[in-house]
């Protein structure tokens, strides 16, 4: 775990479930997995507080427990470990938010709300959208939140709660009331949700996907390839006759000469410039109609190419990007070789492969003539690393997301007190409360924590496409 990552999850607990909770997961995620008595010990907090931050971290996902030890043991211990990538993906909670609200309407987002703010919620507690929380289990956004689902590594053959108690079939228990077996039995009978991520992210993909092909060619492709990846699945080949199917009716394909003797369809039409425009939409076979194929892997590497690219256009500008695609579509160039074919001086050649170099964006290879290694025999070739370069990417994302974060707390922090006045019951029901520079100042602050967030989202964006779209 990079010292970037530590410190933008401490930046996240932190914000999310204040500093008690941050400081067991800090401790989770710097020392590994631990019992107990040792995560006491090292987080320098009483056993009842460090019991009641992994009861949050477990019930909002964050955190998972196995039991080791003899089956047989009268008593095992229980280890916990904390899921770095979920902690992260909690930034990414607002995009997760507006695609239930495209997806569900209003009401969605207030479900999407609610659970992500208790982290697993029974339908009996929702007040209103009960029925779109029911579509939102059926399509897969919200997943069963079952003990088991919080358990890491291998299945446990018994009972276990967050305090470390354990029992094994077989072993003598204490029995307890009846008032309690009976609220238990009632308890089980509720089934419990929490966010589905991996389905939020998927979808969250194929929305990008849809928008780079509706950014290169039109709209009406757009609504083709999302009715094709209706009908992809986990990488099925389809035929036309399929996409028709998903298709909206109604959808305007235009097509060049449409009236034409003898021309395909135009549905045929847009798929045929799909396989031929985009490097990841694939034609396997002409007969019927054609059959197609969408591979994701590769459609995830464009996303993150071009998400590269518009990076370097905005930080070094359009000269240094043309340089990028000289590379990627070459590989491996020398120096001279490079300002050629982008029509450039050497030396805002130079100066630009260097610029990007020492962002990690470019690599110089060097390979001797001779066995000394002299400069005047050796070649200097220019290429990108791919996957440094991805990982290089989603670290800078992870740094820009921890200062946008610290300055969203430092402007809270100025205005503490005025914060704290308006959210006083009293001021929420009479904001007359408030004179008049103090409404001014909480109208800029909203806007200052607006824009943050906005950015922010912006960059969970472009992280999502270079480590989670896999």
Known sequence: MSRVQLHLLKSILRDCFGNVVECVGTVLAVKGALSLPVLVQNAKLPARAVKEALFVL????????????????????????????????????????????????????????????????????????????????????????????????????????????????????????????????????????????????????????????????????ALVMQSCLKCAGNGATFSSFQVSTKLPSGTPLLVDNPGRVGDKSPLSQYLDCLSQEIAFFNKIDSRAGGTYSIDLNASANTMRIKNIEAYISARFGEPSTRIFRILQDCKMLEEKTISKIAMMTPKDTRERLYQMLQRGLVHLQEVPKTLDHAPSRTFFLWTIPTPIVFTRMAEMSLKVCINLLERASVERKKSELLILKSERSDVVANPELLNDGERKQLKVLRKVLNRLAHHINCVMSEFLVLEHFK
């Open 58 to 221: 477990i019930h909002h996902g964050l955190v998972r427990y196995r039991v080791t030890g003899d089956e047989d043991a009268v008593t095992r211990p229980v280890i916990y470990c904390i899921d770095v990538d979920r902690v992260m993906l909690r930034l990414a909670y607002p995009l997760f938010a507006g695609l239930a609200e495209r997806r569900f309407a209003a009401e969605g987002f207030k479900v999407f709300l609610e659970v992500a703010k208790h982290g697993r919620l029974s339908k009996n507690l929702l007040n209103e959208g009960l029925d779109v929380f029911d579509t939102m289990v059926e399509e897969g956004f919200l997943e069963a939140a079952t003990p088991e689902s919080s358990i890491w590594g291998e299945e446990s053959a018994g009972h276990v709660n967050i305090f470390g108690a354990s029992h094994s079939p077989g072993k003598r228990r204490v029995t307890e009331s009846p008032v309690k077996d009976a609220k238990r039995a009632k308890i089980d009978v509720v089934h419990f949700v929490r966010i589905n991520v991996k389905t939020f992210v998927t979808a969250l993909w194929h929305e990008t996907m849809v928008d780079f092909v509706g950014n290169r060619i039109n709209d009406a492709a």
